[in-house]
Nanobody, 122 residues
């Protein structure tokens, strides 16, 4: 069973930046698309960003386009989410996700990490 472990969350002021990392436990993840979801208090989980196995294709939620950037380093079995110009409404638990195709990652990914808290103060 593949394990996904997120890190890099924390408290930041509005306008600041954070970089989240997600390390996978197995080398085989290089064949999988990966991404990020988030869940704010009292709200449903929502898609944030996704990247294909090669890194050639990416996708973003409208709410984060132009501010967040997803990337991956397959030799390190790791995916990143660079978050800039953070807003209080970005406050949420951020989850790393993985599945076979990027289209599935954006909707109903099979594998999930435990999540990392991001809090943006105003």
């Amino acid at each position: 069973q593949v394990q996904l472990v997120e890190s890099g969350g924390g408290l930041v002021q509005a306008g600041g930046s954070l970089r989240l990392s997600c390390a996978a436990s197995e080398r085989t993840v290089i064949n999988y698309a990966m991404g990020w979801f988030r869940q704010a208090p009292g709200k449903e989980r929502e898609f944030v960003a996704a990247i294909s196995w090669s890194g050639a294709n990416t996708g973003y939620a409208d709410s984060v386009k132009g501010r967040f950037t997803i990337s991956r380093h397959n030799a390190k079995n790791t995916v990143y989410l660079q978050m800039n110009s953070l807003k209080p409404e970005d406050t949420a638990v951020y989850y790393c996700v993985m599945d076979t195709h990027i289209e599935v990652v954006t909707t109903s990914p099979k594998y999930w990490g435990q999540g990392t808290q991001v809090t943006v103060s105003s």
